[in-house]
């Protein structure tokens, strides 16, 4: 899917919300098949038919172009369909996360942790690592959660506050990760996926004081593939 940033207002949820219940209201009825280039005929002609009767704000026509420039690009065989869904549920775990936590993130970041270590999850935060080596951390686990001093030191002020932006890295395919952390208020966002001379895949994701962060998020398993509602 292609990289696009886009501003989290309400103009653009609404955008995207708008477009989506179009497309299934004529999947419904049959007028549009479930493909993804039915899909993704469907969007491009109602996002150019939006652009036109200008529907939506001025504030996000830069949005819409981007959307635009990404289906002339690619077409009808492009992905523009899944990064409607994509934002879509990225709207949705962003509203419905929790944001009047009583503990504090430090608290609720190693009550994550703890969960994880349960289901057989070996947590190392930091790793005991010389960066000026020049070589690469290798996991013995078969399910291992890391990080390094670089990122680790000073991520949490003594009232237990996140600081500043760190990045974990996850062995094994890590939904239940980003579900766990979800659950304690953490949105994790994607970074780089590497594979080692093992085959062993590692998963960077990225953590943002307040969730206030850039990139693309990853979606916890109760907002994919997630029903269309008009509300």
């Not at 469907?42 to 001025?58: D, H, I, M, S």
Request: one cysteine or more.
């Amino acid at each position: 899917m292609k990289q696009l940033q886009f501003n989290k207002s309400a103009d653009v949820y609404n955008l995207i919300l708008g477009g989506l219940i179009a497309l299934t209201s004529e999947q419904q009825i049959g007028k549009v098949t479930y493909r993804t280039v039915s899909e993704n005929r469907f969007l491009g002609k109602w996002l150019k038919r939006a652009k036109k009767q200008k529907c939506y704000p001025k504030s996000i026509s830069i949005d819409i172009d981007n959307l635009l420039d990404l289906y002339a690009t690619k077409n009808i065989s492009g992905d523009l369909s899944a990064l409607f869904y994509h934002v879509f549920s990225e709207f949705q775990l962003l509203k419905n996360i929790s944001k009047n936590f009583e503990l504090s993130p430090k608290i609720r970041f190693d009550k994550a942790m703890n969960e994880l270590t349960k289901d057989n999850w070996h947590i190392s935060l930091p790793i005991t690592h010389d960066r000026q080596t020049g070589k690469p951390y290798r996991p013995t686990n078969d399910k291992e959660i890391f990080t390094t001093n670089w990122y680790w030191d000073d991520a949490f002020d003594d009232q237990q506050a996140l600081t500043k932006q760190v990045s974990i890295f996850v062995v094994s395919p890590p939904q239940n990760v980003i579900d766990c952390l979800y659950h304690y208020g953490f949105v994790l966002v994607k970074g780089l996926t590497s594979v080692d001379e093992q085959g062993k895949c590692f998963y960077q994701f990225k953590i943002f004081p307040e969730n206030k962060y850039i990139g693309e998020a990853a979606i916890p398993t109760k907002y994919q593939n997630r029903p269309i509602r008009e509300a």
